[in-house]
């Protein structure tokens, strides 16, 4: 059984209410695109040394790392929130409130979670809390598409057999990731000679191969393994010059996912096959890999089952309705594939992830942030 928040606890999260919510917009109005997560790793690192944190320091993955009591600690509990958001706008961003409605792009994903955690540091800093095991406090970089799970790699390579639990905050409260959907991605980038529409009519069009590539990656019948799901997608295409001009370029942007290595594994075989055969039938075929987020590793189950018990009891503390679980692609992926026990799970509830109308709805932030303090203070004599 999980503690009970103190009434002490209690009433700092409640006089603190606004405080999260400022720290949010502030945090919002910082640009923060994969891989360019620097501004906003400078203001928290900042943030936390005007604290009193002592041992702050960003990595060479962009993550800010805040080691709490963590020295000589082999069993330490790693807990995080990214920074990163899917927007590649550099310009900064304004929250609009309406109501009990706060939008703006990346919000929810996962700002609202660098704010709960950062909040909950400073209540723990200020009290001087004691952490028996340990606990590393992370606000990560590069855990959307592009980012490929960089921070997290980074953490968990810094960190070899000394992280005893994984904790991702992301998402909201009502359920928790509990498995990790492994996936690869890729850009496929194909040339032919291409050439004026009718004088050099019959060479060969890059789109048309490229049209021809997707037709065939879409005629695949998902592999099944058990109650396992697999998915592929093409996101994005583009390529030729004008309306009178054969295609010389085309490219696209595809990925495919499963939650079982087995059906990841055959969707390579597939793919490879398929590319391999499309190679015949042009000039050049080029296939960059964006990104790869590997499945489930062997966990020890006890240990992974201790810990979504104490998930759930933290998220009962402050809420009533059915708690899912629920496979994900998220910053576990990794300690998941490592074989180390891990939850993803967040403290607000909202709409329109990934989406330039993301929002959450604000007398959620409350809520969600007794429910990671419940989970999170557990960890403190």
Same mark, same amino acid.
């Given at each position: ?97 309406? *109501? /009990? ?5 990346? !919000?929810?994903? $996962?700002? &609202?979670?660098?704010?709960?955690? +950062? ?27 592009? *980012? /490929? ?5 980074? !953490?968990?390579? $810094?960190? &070899?057999?000394?992280?005893?639990? +994984? ?27 291409? *050439? ?186």
């Amino acid at each position: 059984m999980i503690k009970q928040l103190t009434n002490e606890a209690k009433a700092y999260l409640e006089n603190h209410e606004q405080f999260i919510q400022d720290l949010l917009f502030e945090l919002c109005a910082i640009p923060s695109p994969s891989n360019h997560e620097e501004l906003r790793a400078e203001f928290i690192k900042n943030w936390l040394e005007k604290l009193g944190c002592e041992g702050v320091y960003v990595d060479d993955a962009l993550n800010v790392v805040y080691p709490y009591q963590c020295e000589g600690k082999n069993d330490v509990l790693c807990i995080m929130a990214h920074t990163d958001t899917v927007f590649p706008d550099m310009e900064p961003f304004s929250v609009k409130v309406d *109501g /009990n409605v706060a939008a703006c792009p990346g !919000i929810g994903d $996962d700002t &609202a979670n660098v704010a709960i955690l +950062l909040t909950l540091i400073k209540y723990i800093v200020e009290n001087k809390l004691e952490a028996p095991k340990g606990v590393l406090f992370v606000l990560d970089a590069g855990e959307e598409g592009l *980012g /490929n799970l960089k921070g997290v790699r980074q !953490i968990v390579k $810094d960190y &070899a057999g000394r992280i005893g639990e +994984l904790v991702s905050l992301d998402g909201g409260y009502t359920g928790f990731c509990n498995k990790a959907v492994g996936s690869m991605r890729y850009q496929i980038e194909l040339t032919t000679e291409g *050439g004026h529409s009718y004088g050099a009519f019959g060479n060969r069009n890059a789109i048309q191969r490229m049209a021809s590539i997707i037709e065939k990656l879409y005629k695949i019948e998902v592999p099944v393994d058990g109650d396992s799901k697999t998915t592929y997608n093409v996101g994005m295409i583009s390529g030729g010059t004008s309306v009178n001009t054969i295609a010389q370029q085309a490219q696209m942007l595809y990925e495919y996912r499963s939650d079982s290595q087995k059906c990841l594994d055959q969707m390579g075989v597939w793919f490879n096959k398929i590319i391999e055969e499309a190679k015949k039938d042009c000039i050049d075929l080029k296939v960059t890999i964006l990104g790869e987020r590997p499945c489930m590793g062997d966990i020890p189950m006890d240990k992974q089952a201790d810990l979504e018990a104490r998930t759930t009891e933290a998220i009962r503390t402050q809420y009533d309705g059915n708690i899912g679980t629920y496979p994900g692609s998220t910053d576990c992926n990794i300690s998941f594939n490592l074989g180390i026990p891990s939850v993803c799970f967040g403290g607000y509830l909202g709409k329109g992830a990934h989406t330039r109308e993301e929002h959450i709805f604000l007398d959620t932030l409350p809520v969600g942030t007794k429910i990671v303090a419940a989970f999170l203070l557990d960890y403190f004599a």
